[in-house]
């Protein structure tokens, strides 16, 4: 065996897994014209050409794409990512923030904007979101805490939320927009997992459709492109193009690769020219709801959860079954489905399991994976903890930014105290950072974190009984 990767991943492809998770087209099934892509795979490899357009500089074909995609979701402007979402989000905040301004956020957000904050400079001020404990699940910031953020922080530049959240649980974005246009500030939106709510009409509202100033989405995550493709809308006046343009030329590779980029455009003509595809995928969505409605002991999280933490709307496609009842995790749930019946979800926590229903499923895949989880058997033994536990975002000391930077050390958790963390402490669930890097650790953070890992909540950045703190 000479070449690990490609090895293991045939090796991988052999076990024919059927497959719950990103990408979105589901090993090529949901690629209307994968027989055009791996004809000319290796001949679309290209690179700038006369012919082929430059994405830093699109004049030609790439920005005729691009401006395609802008009118099929509704953008002023729509711009080709090649480094994910991630990448998005970091240009999103180097065009909007200079070093040291202030940034709301949602205090759940995704690792990359805590990443791009460390880039741009910010100064963030987090937002606490609701918490769904029953599910474990962070679910976002509402109007009202966004509205609280806004009039204790008049300074602040922007405002950056998530919508949806990664388990498809919508909060009112209209409202939420309405309210930082009201403050006359910048709305950011992380949605990197809703780009398909633009093509059915029974999908939440999208992000720009609410009046979001930016937003990233992950075409790769929920619509049929290749890993890594994404895009950034601009959706209002308020962005300044030729900053966002510098930003983007920063964060991206100078080889864009052709294969990313045209599969964008081909996951947007393929959904905007087949809506009976998407049709199919809301079919399918319900399909797999309604013969879960009457299992035993497990609950899918349905449309019955709106109206509850704030919750305005639902993603169907996002197939999120609570399997407390069966009194295990939904981690042995992943493995079970995993090694039993040759399921891969997207992901698994403590209390339930996650599958994406995509335009590369079909009715036999739904039915089976309905009928594996109806065979998970009910454990004698209760393994699952109920948590709940109370907490305030700690004093900052350091931004994101300067705290990065300085030396660290690991010290055990007791010596932590009154000194700065240097590292994140996420206990999961609900996965909201208990502490960021520049935050001061107190006795009682010390003392939360130690009971939570006592009784067996996974806590990233708690390391057998060490934690990092900045060496200053
Ligand atoms: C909410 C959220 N934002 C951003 C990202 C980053 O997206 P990408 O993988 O496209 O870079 C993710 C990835 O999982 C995510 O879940």
Excluded at 115 to 142: F, K, Q, R
Excluded at 325 to 342: F, K, P, V, W
Excluded at 386 to 405: C, G
Excluded at 454 to 460: F, H, K, L, S
Aim: glycine residues 6%; contains cysteine.
């Amino acid at each position: 065996m000479t070449a690990p990767l490609f090895d293991g991943l045939l090796r991988y492809v052999e076990k024919n897994i059927t497959p719950f998770h990103m990408p979105g087209h589901k090993q090529g099934k949901g690629i209307l014209r994968a027989d055009e892509i791996k004809e000319n795979l290796f001949k679309i490899d290209l690179t700038e050409l006369p012919d082929t357009d430059n994405l830093h500089n699109a004049k030609g074909i790439i920005l005729e794409a691009e401006e395609r995609a802008a009118k099929a979701f509704g953008a002023k402007k729509s711009f080709f990512l090649v480094n994910g979402t991630t990448g998005g989000i970091y240009a999103m905040m180097l065009a909007t923030l200079h070093p040291g301004e202030k940034l709301l956020i949602e205090r759940s957000c995704h690792r990359s904007s805590f990443s791009g904050m460390i880039l741009a400079g910010a100064n963030p001020a987090y937002i606490e979101p609701a918490v769904d404990w029953e599910d474990g699940i962070s679910v976002g910031v509402t109007p009202e805490s966004v509205e609280r953020a806004l009039l204790e922080n008049r300074d602040a530049i922007a405002v950056m939320v998530t919508y949806p959240n990664f388990y498809g649980l919508c909060m009112d974005i209209k409202a939420i927009a309405d309210i930082v246009h009201r403050y006359g500030k910048i709305l950011l939106v992380d949605e990197a997992h809703g780009v398909h709510f633009k093509f059915h009409e029974d999908f939440p509202i999208t992000a720009l459709e609410a009046g979001a100033d930016m937003v990233v989405q992950s075409v790769h995550k929920t619509l049929p492109s290749f890993t890594q493709s994404s895009i950034l809308h601009v959706g209002s006046d308020r962005i300044n193009i030729d900053r966002l343009i510098f930003a983007l030329r920063l964060v991206q590779t100078t080889s864009p690769s052709y294969l990313l980029m045209s599969s964008l455009d081909l996951a947007r003509e393929e959904v905007e020219e087949h809506p009976d595809l998407m049709d199919e995928v809301m079919r399918l969505s319900h399909l797999a709801r309604e013969k879960l409605k009457d299992a035993e002991d497990i609950h899918v999280i349905d449309e019955d959860i709106i109206g509850q933490y704030s919750i305005v709307d639902i993603d169907p496609t996002k197939l999120v079954v609570n399997v407390k009842g069966l009194h295990m995790t939904g981690h042995e749930a992943e493995e079970i489905l995993r090694d039993r019946y040759n399921i891969q979800v997207e992901l698994s926590d403590m209390y339930n399991i996650l599958s994406m229903i995509t335009i590369g499923d079909r009715e036999e895949d739904i039915i089976k994976l309905v009928d594996a989880v109806k065979q998970l058997k009910k454990n004698k033994e209760n393994r699952v903890i109920p948590i709940t536990f109370d907490y305030k975002i700690p004093e900052i000391i350091y931004n994101p930014r300067d705290a990065s930077f300085m030396h660290k050390k690991k010290v055990p958790i007791v010596e932590s105290v009154g000194k700065i963390a240097g590292d994140f402490l996420i206990p999961y669930p609900p996965g909201i950072p208990y502490v960021a890097p520049g935050e001061l650790i107190t006795t009682g953070i010390a003392m939360e974190i130690e009971e939570l890992v006592m009784i067996g909540v996974e806590v990233i950045g708690y390391d057998k009984g060490y934690v990092t703190i900045l060496d200053i």
